[in-house]
């Protein structure tokens, strides 16, 4: 093969023009390293070209300790190289390698561009992650096991036409939770649950089809998922079976929620069960307080750092309507339709093991009855908030609490103040509308989300308004200096380590809340909104994978700084010591910050607004 042809076969080369390919080609040149020679060195002279193994393999060595190993079609030098730094790590060749050693001057030009920088710090991430999963051995962890392999029986399998009475007779003779329905294409899935609420509760007719009451069509996994990984979707959808196909599709069988319970007692299915189960609020405090070390068990298995902010964020969702079910039966039947809107970060489904509270209650009454309802939601918003703070989630700085009389109101005054906010745009509107924005129905019989969304729509049309969020989305600044270092604070008790949270992750939510509102979506996760606005063609979509892979990489270092700190008896916080992370994660948040600044100058640029 020649050597376009082997470039064009691997990122980021894989993008480039067939003129632009060939000029990298031409410009390569060929070099030999004979296993155990190093080719860069840890702190020493910084890389003068760009390495692409051929052939072979090569070491990343931090002093002596192996924290990576590349093969055939991956880069190396490529962060000395542009930072003209000292190799943060020592490069060395595993055995006899071949290499492509390509010019710093096309170097940078490749690696400038859009695809080249998302392949860069897609990499770093990647090696990061390997280094750390190398730097801490663990015994076997059951979160690996696959789902295949939990399964522990052939799937029972329903026709469409059955009755829901035969197909009852039938889980209770098979001693099963579910039965699998072939359809067109796929599979359907009845399960005990489905009966219980769609027929039963409802006094249905035992001579329904199942095909009435079954969820068509259930999401089926490869029989090679990862037990752990089945967990978090399986806790994320709020399902308790998965059908399992094999690598031909063929049917497996089925997992349940009870295999997945297996795999230890920290797991984010057993919480929600056991605040499922308590029966007074402090019950539901006394389990809730058992969310850090579920975190800390997910970050330790190296689960995807956005998944475990969504976790965090259902278990409190969990804790809150336990809440609110207890509340309901203290106080009585509430006066009016209500719905209970997270806010912030909870809204997003993007909490850490540091998060306060953020919520408010929308209910459906005319202005002249608000004073004679709302007595009764202010006790319940009380029932809620005691029980979260005792939970260890604290109260809110800013009061965005549903306790406080301003953050209950009819669901007519609340699309009210998102046209306020929007047609004012004052820094206090903004901020406002920086929280307000971000929302979520948890619990509560009215439909808030469709009016809000609408209200939130029409600020799309509103270029004041897009432009003043713009202007916040550059307020905040990440911690670089002019010679690229990483900035720390300077004094107090936070000397010496960098604030990951409003230096980076909530820079990057800024930037999404900004591009979502251009976008006229009503996505509210953080990258769910980037993808949005990719698709609504407001930004690019190199940016938006940049600022998504940036949001990820902080959020681990983030997740990880804070576990280590639960683990030590330390209260945790979002301010990281450069100094006590490895080589690669240092790098990794330099370019993470480099990212973000890019997308602010962008945006800076498009909007014709400055910074502060």
């Not at 850090?292 to 956005?306: G, L, Q």
């Not at 407001?538 to 997740?559: I, S």
């Not at 700190?565 to 990794?588: E, I, K, T, Y």
């Amino acid at each position: 093969m020649d050597i376009a042809g082997f470039l064009r076969r691997y990122p980021p080369f894989d993008e480039l023009s067939d003129d632009r390919l060939a000029t990298v080609a031409g410009s390569v040149e060929i070099e030999h390293a004979a296993a155990g020679a190093t080719i860069l060195q840890q702190r020493g002279e910084p890389a003068t070209v760009l390495y692409l193994i051929r052939k072979g393999a090569v070491e990343l060595l931090d002093e002596a300790r192996l924290l990576d190993l590349l093969g055939e079609g991956e880069l190396f030098g490529q962060f000395s190289l542009l930072a003209h730094e000292g190799p943060t790590v020592t490069v060395r060749a595993h055995e006899d390698t071949l290499l492509y050693v390509i010019p710093e001057a096309v170097a940078d030009e490749v690696l400038g561009t859009p695809e080249g920088r998302h392949y860069m710090f897609g990499s770093m991430r990647r090696r990061v992650l390997a280094a750390s999963e190398r730097a801490a051995p663990v015994a076997p962890d059951a979160g690996l096991t696959t789902v295949g392999s939990l399964v522990g029986r052939p799937p029972v399998i329903a026709e469409a036409s059955a009755t829901v009475a035969e197909a009852a007779a039938t889980m209770a003779a098979e001693r099963v939770s579910s039965l699998l329905i072939p359809i067109p294409n796929g599979l359907g899935i009845l399960t005990d649950r489905d009966l219980r609420t769609r027929v039963v509760a409802v006094r249905g007719a035992f001579d329904t089809p199942v095909a009435d009451v079954a969820t068509f069509p259930a999401r089926c996994l490869p029989a090679d998922t990862l037990a752990g990984d089945a967990l978090l979707a399986m806790f994320a959808e709020g399902v308790h079976h998965f059908p399992v196909v094999g690598p031909s599709g063929d049917l497996v069988g089925v997992v349940t929620d009870t295999d997945l319970m297996g795999l230890g007692r920290h797991t984010p299915f057993a919480l929600k069960s056991a605040i499922e189960r308590a029966a007074t609020p402090e019950a539901v405090s006394t389990a809730g307080r058992g969310l850090p070390a579920v975190v800390v068990a997910m970050v330790e298995a190296h689960a995807d750092p956005v998944d475990v902010g969504r976790v965090a964020a259902l278990v409190v969702d969990a804790m809150t309507e336990r809440l609110l079910q207890l509340g309901i039966a203290t106080l009585g039947d509430p006066p009016a339709a209500w719905a209970w809107l997270a806010l912030g970060s909870a809204a997003r489904h993007e909490q850490a093991l540091r998060t306060d509270q953020d919520h408010a209650i929308a209910y459906d009454v005319t202005p002249e009855d608000v004073d004679a309802i709302d007595p009764y939601f202010a006790e319940l918003a009380g029932i809620v908030t005691d029980g979260l703070e005792a939970a260890g989630i604290p109260r809110c700085n800013g009061d965005a609490m549903a306790v406080h009389r301003a953050m209950r109101a009819p669901i007519a005054r609340w699309v009210e103040r998102f046209e306020e906010w929007m047609n004012d745009a004052t820094g206090t509107s903004i901020v406002l509308s920086s929280i307000g924005y971000d929302f979520r129905r948890v619990a509560g019989p009215l439909g808030a989300e469709p009016p809000l969304d609408e209200a939130m729509r029409k600020a799309a049309g509103n270029t004041g308004f897009v432009r003043s969020m713009s202007r916040r989305a550059l307020d905040l600044h990440p911690p670089t200096g002019f010679l690229r270092d990483l900035v720390v604070e300077r004094s107090g008790e936070h000397a010496g380590r960098l604030d990951v949270k409003h230096g980076g992750i909530t820079i990057v939510t800024n930037l999404a809340r900004v591009y979502a509102v251009q976008a006229g979506v009503a996505a509210k996760p953080t990258i769910a909104r980037l993808r949005a606005a990719t698709a609504g063609g407001v930004v690019d979509p190199h940016v938006a994978d940049e600022l998504a892979e940036a949001f990820r990489f902080l959020w681990g270092v983030r997740l990880r700084h804070q576990a280590d700190q639960v683990a030590a008896g330390v209260a945790p916080d979002d301010f990281v010591d450069p100094g006590a992370l490895g080589p690669l994660a240092r790098s990794g948040l330099k370019e993470a910050f480099r990212a973000i600044a890019r997308a602010q100058r962008q945006l800076a640029s498009e909007q014709g607004v400055e910074a502060r």
